[in-house]
């Protein structure tokens, strides 16, 4: 899409701001994608993608998706630019507002990987271009979007099956429990009491139509999973790195809570990881971990949420 189209702005924010059947053809696309390689296919590809320009900006250090992005712009015949928080005047006080109103003129989309999620949607707010959630304190939609890519890949369609998050209920964790309602898969979580999602996911998952339960026993949580979900212990920020390891220590996956998942159940874990701490060895780099194959999906996912941030999928 470009400034000036006719079409409804679309910004890609969280899970929950979008619709079940956005999120399936999303995915849809995203396997097809990957089948097909690296020339997308014409009929998913933007009109004038080849002009327009995708400004990735990014408060946290990033390594899957920063490049991810990068090359499924590039993919798709699109053009990047890649900014630090210190390369613009965002970092010397200049609003966030104003940013996006200059940003619009300039770009053709906008990708930020912010500290604050309200960051995140004042740029929304004040773009007249997409802007795409790459991760906030609050969500990580696009790493869910690969991440029942790569599960469908050996499972089938993700409704009806049993998801087990173990560890921090964090920002990843969160939209987990969005992706529930809108794919209607059961979602169980394990956390510590004093880590649980926070009080505003809570209460729209009382509004919501969705099977999730939230618990501090993991081997209750992974129970008859088809899949094991954890992420790492400390993350960007965090200060409290010898607390968070103790409190998350009897939350670690290895072979033994694995072997409470259902027959045939798979590991995955968005990166980076921590050998010995939220998972062993013996599970992320044993035959039930997918992790790799999630993060090339990262790839394939991003391709195909440019695709519909721009037009291309209807």
Known sequence: MTRGSAMALRHFLDINSLSPQVLRSIIDVAHEMKRVGKEP????????????????????????????????M?????????????????????????????????????????????????????????VINGLTDKSHPCQIIADIMTFEESHGPINGQKIAWVGDGNNVAVSWIH????????????????????????????????????????????CGADCVVTDTWISMGDTDEGYRKQVLGPYAVDSDLMRSAADGAVFMHCLPAYRGHEVSSEVIDGPQSVVFDEAENRLHAQKAILCWCFGGIT
């Open 74 to 130: 590039r993919q798709l015949g699109g053009l990047t630019i890649v900014l630090n928080r210190s390369d613009l005047q965002l970092g010397r006080g200049e609003s966030v507002s104003d940013t996006a109103k200059v940003l619009s003129r300039y770009a053709d989309a906008v990708m930020l990987r912010a500290n604050a999620h309200t960051t995140l949607v004042e740029l929304a707010e004040n773009s007249t271009v997409p």
């Open 179 to 222: 992706a529930a309602a809108a794919f209607d898969f059961e979602l169980s979580i394990a956390c510590p009491g004093q880590m649980r999602p926070g009080k505003e996911v809570i209460d729209w998952l009382g509004n919501a139509n969705a099977s999730v339960t939230i618990t501090d026993d993991p081997k209750s949580a992974v």
């Open 41 to 72: 296919p014409q009929k998913f590809r933007p009109e004038g993608i080849e002009r327009n320009v995708l400004v990735m900006i990014f408060e946290k250090p990033s390594t899957r998706t920063r490049i991810s992005f990068d090359v499924a």
